[in-house]
């Protein structure tokens, strides 16, 4: 059960170890409880960008807590609340169902934190919380009219397996859709009760055997183990809804939900790098620059390359459309490098005028930041750079 905690600070149990969300001090640098949970989670190696479905190994992970020790063939789905016929699935009876398979981009909300200035003191992203797949499931929607929701549902709420607790709140990862977005459907995109990624089972780390993908939403609503759906009458006020995951400038405000993907674009390094600082190097000459774009919003329908550290754009090539609406796009361009040093960066569009802002807007949760990437890369002709061997 999910419990808020007491106003009394003597009869909070979990105040010594789960204190409130914070900002980092200006002088601050990353904490050991922020690399402790860089240890856990990681993100994309960005050279994996060559790939059009992220290998599951590559993909980024973000566990809130425990990986759960979950076996399929002792797995149960319930379905309940406001419906007409409560169902318990196992599952092969879950794949006895009509099954799809989506190709989808999925991207933590909090990608980009580490960046913001001061730092909201989380998971330490920069850019590489990202990846697809290809994602193989039942449609939500079958199985909720195989419950019969009740006229009165408005929301469904999806429980996973891992518990814990965050910020002196106990509780089961819990986090709800509102019910036009749960039933998908043209035009929205549509949500899956997933058991398979890139034609495998789903490994652990990504929600074995059973999780939820909601197309175009950030991360933290493709709820991983997913054991139950419950379809509710009222809007659901759980901590993972109402106090996680809001846009906020002040710790006391309400704030607004984060939901949909902001378009970003990123390039997959060029050249070679420098081992601690990650700096790229590239020879003079023609160096093909390539990546990736998303939206969540809409459809890319343009990305920019800038080489000089955004102070002019050139449009890049877009990749073909190839009918996956919900899974980045590649992208290509062409620059002539120049002995010196340069910053990369690239910019994407989609089709409702969404962009990316050179100078990101600040939230106290670091959430949805989609400041344009800025890649070091350094230009030596080959005979500047010095080889040792043993």
């Not at 969300?21 to 960008?49: C, D, F, K, S, V």
Request: glycine letters at 8%; proline letters at 10%.
């Amino acid at each position: 059960m999910e419990s808020r905690p007491s106003s009394d600070p003597f009869s909070d149990p979990f105040g010594d170890i789960s204190p409130p969300a914070r900002i980092a001090e200006p002088t601050e640098g990353i904490t050991p409880e922020e690399l402790a949970l860089a240890t856990r989670n990681h993100g994309l190696p960005l050279e994996a960008l060559r790939y059009d479905l992220t290998p599951p190994g590559l993909h980024y992970v973000l566990v809130h807590y425990d990986i759960p020790a979950a076996r399929a063939d002792d797995w149960r789905l319930t379905v309940g609340g406001r419906v007409r016929r409560p169902l318990t699935l196992d599952m092969e009876t879950l794949r006895s169902f009509p099954a799809v398979t989506h190709r989808v981009t999925i991207e933590c909300a909090g990608n980009g934190r580490a960046r913001l200035t001061p730092r909201p003191v989380s998971q330490p992203w920069l850019v590489e919380a990202v990846g697809t797949a290809e994602w193989t499931g039942v449609p939500l929607r079958l199985l909720l009219a195989e419950a019969g929701v009740e006229p009165d549902a408005v929301e469904a709420v999806f429980t996973g397996a891992d518990h814990g607790v965050e910020r002196g709140v106990e509780q089961d990862y819990r986090r709800s859709l509102p019910l036009e977005v749960a039933t998908g459907g043209d035009p929205r995109p549509e949500v899956l009760v997933a058991y398979g990624m890139n034609g495998r089972p789903l490994p652990p780390q990504h929600g074995h055997p059973l999780r939820l993908v909601v197309p175009g939403w950030y991360g933290m609503a493709h709820v991983k183990w997913l054991r139950d759906i419950t379809l509710t009458d009222a809007p659901f006020t759980g901590f993972q809804q109402t106090v996680a995951y809001r846009l906020r400038q002040e710790a006391d405000e309400p704030g607004e939900p984060v939901t949909r993907i902001a378009p970003r674009a990123l390039i997959a390094p060029p050249g070679f790098p420098e081992f601690m600082s990650r700096t790229r190097v590239v020879r003079p000459g023609q160096v093909v620059l390539e990546g990736r774009a998303w939206s969540g919003c809409a459809p890319v329908t343009r990305v920019e390359v800038s080489t000089d550290d955004c102070r002019s754009w050139s449009e890049a090539t877009l990749a073909p459309q190839d009918g996956h609406a919900w899974a980045w796009r590649g992208w290509h361009a062409s620059w002539t490098a120049t002995p010196g040093s340069h910053v990369l960066s690239a910019r994407a569009t989609d089709a409702e005028g969404n962009t990316q802002p050179l100078e990101q807007p600040w939230n106290r949760g670091g959430f949805a930041n989609n400041l344009v990437q800025r890649m070091p890369v350094l230009c030596v002709a080959e005979q500047q750079v010095s080889s040792f061997s043993s």
